[in-house]
Structure formats: C-alpha cells, structure tokens
C-alpha cells in the first residue's frame, strides 16, 4: 500500500492575499501601507489627495467657519466636501482612538445624511492611483469600478436620513458633560 505523504502548499510571498494588496510605486508589496480595512482604502485616497493641505489652507479654513458654497467664485466640489468630512472624521474620531469601523460607519452616515454615497465611492474608485496601489488586478474594484454598486446605492436618494455621524463619540462626550 502507498503512504500518501501531505504537502504544504503556500503563496508566494509576493502574493497579495485577498483583494487588498499593497504595492509600492514599482508595483512591488510593500509593508508600509497596511490594508485590512476599507477605511485604510478611504484614508489612503485623503493621503494622496494631500487632504491634509486642502484642509489647512486658510481660504478652506475661512468658508468651513462660514458654511460658504463659493470661495472667490469657484463653487466648493464634491472631492472638496468629501476631504473635508474624512479630515472632520479623523480629527473627531482619533481623538478619542475609536476603531476603523467606528470611523467607516461615521463617513458612510455622513455621506448618507449628505445624499453622496455613490458619489463619494466613485469618486474613491475612480482614482486609479488608489486602485492600483490598494486592490489587486483581479479583484472586484479592480475589474468592475464598482459601477453596479453605485446603482444600487441612488436607490438610497429617494430617504431623507440623519443618521448621526458622532454615535462611537457619544458615550465619551455623555461622560465629559457628567463632570
């Protein structure tokens, strides 16, 4: 009788597993960018963005204190809002290092409450330098652009929602206001 003898089969390390994969600017993976989350998706695209500039600039800074639609005659876009409500997120939620899901569902409630899910999500997807360095070509978001999703989420439009995008910071600010 033979003896089947187990073999132990692996990926090569240069395998990205799972659609996740990161790359640096070669194409090689690199450790540097770890993406677990769809959030780390969402904060690399802000990165890239040079959100964190936008952000600081004073005539930014000046029509967010008073919720200006135009600044020296050019309207604010929706890229614009949608880097201001990532930096609003991260800013409120590290603060008090609430977890990647917290963040998610707060950026999802605020694009909902805004009426630009879809819009947000195409505009994330779309970016091709995201996609190439965050997904694996063979992955979904890679292949597809996530065109179906986005009809499916316009379905949304027609609810008028206000979820609240503090619901992970509640319980600490409930705890500030008792003392």
């Not at 604010?76 to 990532?86: D, E, G, H, R, Y």
Request: proline share 4%; hydrophobic share 40%; glycine share 6%.
């Amino acid at each position: 009788m033979l003896k089947e003898t187990p073999t132990i089969r692996s990926l090569p390390a240069s395998f990205g597993f799972g659609c996740f994969v990161a790359k640096n600017g070669a194409g090689h993976l690199n450790k540097a960018i770890p993406l677990q989350h769809i959030w780390d998706v969402v904060l690399f695209f802000y990165g890239s963005k040079s959100g964190r500039e936008l952000e600081d600039a004073p005539v930014r800074k000046l029509s967010q204190s008073f919720k200006l639609e135009n600044v020296a005659g050019k309207s604010i876009t929706s890229k614009q809002i949608l880097l201001t409500t990532i930096e609003n997120i991260v800013s409120s939620h590290a603060r008090l290092r609430r977890s990647k899901d917290a963040q998610w569902k707060a950026f999802v409630s605020a694009a909902m409450n805004e009426k630009k899910l879809p819009a947000w999500l195409r505009i994330i997807f779309r970016s091709r330098y995201v996609v190439e360095m965050c997904y694996n070509s063979w992955s979904y978001v890679a292949r597809t652009g996530c065109e179906e999703l986005y009809t499916l989420l316009e379905g949304l439009h027609k609810y008028n929602v206000e979820l609240p995008v503090d619901l992970a910071l509640r319980p600490f600010q409930q705890m500030k206001d008792a003392f």
